[in-house]
């Protein structure tokens, strides 16, 4: 009943905006040009990129809504995406004409809602379309992926390879090495002195007697 009500309504609106233009009371709406390059003045290029920012701020508002069909969801978001082409068309124009770059300058809000999958070319995620069937399970490979510690590749393993590795100046990092092979050559040092001093202490005997 409530589908009928609102065919009605949008036959009705069709009809009295189709006899205000008969009448010359409204002006028929100005179509946007397929091409920005077919636009060669400064002012309707900034014009017509501001109608194409309405354009995606409805269409965004839209895939938001909680009774969209699955189904039109999926074109929602399709729109939406080329909607952002266009946009970036218009913004393209605008720079050749002397104007702003407001890829540089420009908000980048409408942009940001989107979630692009890595591979996809630019093509972005907005709303409900976020968590369609297949879509989530991207995201959530894609934040594992982030989280997950990456294995060094060969040649990242050998380059932490140096001397250190071999063993070579262990004995710098704490004085435990150093000061054990101090103590052996000591006790060696002392072992020799004593046999020393009995070999001269024998010799000495061997003369007085």
Known sequence: MARNQEKAQSMLYRFREAQSLEMGLRKPKERRPHLASMVDTLDDAEKWRRDVIRDITRAVSKVHDLSLPEAQIRDVND????FLRAKAHWEDRIVELGGPDYKKIGPKMLDHQGREVPGNRGYKYFGRAKDL???RE???EQEQAIYRPQKATKAELLRRIDAAYFGYGDEND???LLDYERKVTEKRIERLRSAHDAT???SDADSEG
Not at 79 to 82: F, H, P, T, V
């Open 200 to 202: 001269l202490d024998a």
């Open 174 to 176: 704490d004085g435990e």
């Open 79 to 82: 729109e939406i995406n080329k």
């Open 133 to 135: 069937p297949g879509v």
């Open 138 to 140: 991207l995201f959530e």
